[in-house]
C-alpha cells in the first residue's frame, strides 16, 4: 500500500515559478510511490497563477483566499483543509523553491533514521554556486550548512518541510496568530517543546535564494518613516517575532532582540560609496 502525502504551498502572484516549483514536486524520483494530494492556496492571486496551476496540474486542489492570509496564514487554511482527509505526511512547500530530482529520496531517508517523532526540514541553496545555505535550520541564528547527516536545528525555515502524521497529532496545525514570516519558527519551537525532534536534511534538496539582502527598515534606501513601518508591518512584523520569543526563548533575549531591532531601523548604516 502506497504512503499518503499532502502538499501544503500558499501563492500570490509567482505564477511562472509556482508552475516551476509543482513541476519539479512531480518530477522528484520515488514520487510514483506515493498517494499524493497537492493543496494550493491562492491569496488573492491577479496574475493568472490558479487558472494556469488548473491547467497544468488539473489535480491540483486549488482553495481560494482574500489576499490577507499571507504565508503562514495562507498555509495554516490549506493545511487545516488537507488534514480533512488523513495523510501519513504533510510536505510544507514555497513556490520559490525549486526541488532536486533526489529531494524526496533525501528527506525520507533522513526520516526513517530520525524515527516517528521527528520534522525534516529541506536545506536550501543558492542558486549560482550550489553550495551555500540559504533556507533550512539556524542555531545560534546562524545558518546551519549540510554535513551528510540530519543535524538537529533551533530555527526551523518553512521553505520544503517533511511532518509526519504522528508528528501532527502531537503538535497540531502551525498557529495562524503570526500572519506571514514568524509561523515555521515558532512551528519548530512548538515542536521542540512537544518532544518532537527538528531536524536539517542531510544533503540539499532545493534551490531558493536570499530574499532579505535589502531588509527596508535597515537600510538606508528608505525614509525613517518607511523603515519604522516596515518594521511593524505584516510581513516582518517586530510584534509578533517579540511575542514569538517571548513565550519560547528567555524574556530578555526577546527585549533584547526587540530593542536592536528598533534602535538599527532608528540609527540605519549608511553604505559606503567608491
Given amino acids: 500500500m502506497k504512503l499518503s502525502i499532502a502538499v501544503i504551498m500558499t501563492v500570490h502572484n509567482r505564477r511562472e515559478a509556482t508552475l516551476e516549483c509543482i513541476s519539479n514536486f512531480y518530477s522528484c524520483h520515488g514520487i510514483e510511490e506515493f498517494e499524493v494530494d497537492f493543496y494550493l492556496?491562492?491569496?488573492?492571486?491577479?496574475?493568472?497563477?490558479?487558472?494556469?496551476?488548473?491547467?497544468?496540474?488539473?489535480?491540483?486542489?486549488?482553495?481560494?483566499?482574500?489576499?490577507?492570509?499571507?504565508?503562514?496564514r495562507g498555509m495554516y487554511y490549506c493545511w487545516k483543509e488537507a488534514v480533512n482527509i488523513p495523510h501519513d505526511f504533510y510536505l510544507w512547500l514555497n513556490d520559490d523553491t525549486m526541488l532536486f530530482k533526489d529531494a524526496l529520496d533525501v528527506l525520507f531517508s533522513d526520516y526513517s533514521k530520525a524515527g516517528q517523532m521527528s520534522i525534516i526540514t529541506g536545506c536550501c541553496c543558492d542558486t549560482e554556486t550550489k553550495s551555500q545555505a540559504t533556507y533550512g535550520g539556524r542555531n545560534s541564528?546562524?545558518?546551519?550548512?549540510?554535513?551528510g547527516n540530519p543535524q538537529e536545528i533551533i530555527g526551523m525555515n518553512g521553505n520544503v518541510v517533511l511532518i509526519p502524521n504522528a508528528v501532527y497529532e502531537r503538535v497540531g496545525l502551525n498557529d495562524p496568530y503570526y500572519h506571514h514570516?514568524?509561523?515555521?519558527?515558532?512551528?519548530?519551537?512548538?515542536?521542540?517543546?512537544?518532544?518532537?525532534?527538528?531536524l536539517l536534511s542531510s544533503q540539499f534538496v532545493a534551490t531558493c535564494d536570499r530574499h532579505d539582502s535589502d531588509v527596508k527598515c535597515f537600510s538606508s534606501n528608505y525614509s525613517l518613516k518607511e523603515r519604522f513601518k516596515y518594521l511593524y508591518s505584516i510581513r516582518y512584523n517586530a510584534?509578533?517575532?517579540?511575542?514569538?520569543?517571548?513565550?519560547?526563548?528567555?524574556?530578555i533575549k526577546a527585549l533584547k532582540t526587540f530593542a536592536i531591532q528598533n534602535y538599527r531601523t532608528l540609527f540605519v548604516k549608511k553604505k559606503m560609496t567608491n
Fill in 41 to 72: 492556496m491562492d491569496d488573492g492571486c491577479t496574475d493568472g497563477t490558479p487558472d494556469a496551476v488548473t491547467a497544468s496540474f488539473p489535480k491540483v486542489k486549488v482553495i481560494k483566499g482574500d489576499g490577507n492570509l499571507f504565508w503562514n
Fill in 141 to 147: 541564528n546562524r545558518k546551519v550548512q549540510p554535513s
Fill in 181 to 198: 514570516a514568524i509561523g515555521d519558527f515558532e512551528y519548530g519551537y512548538r515542536a521542540r517543546k512537544e518532544g518532537v525532534r527538528v
Fill in 239 to 251: 510584534w509578533e517575532q517579540l511575542h514569538c520569543s517571548w513565550k519560547y526563548e528567555s524574556k
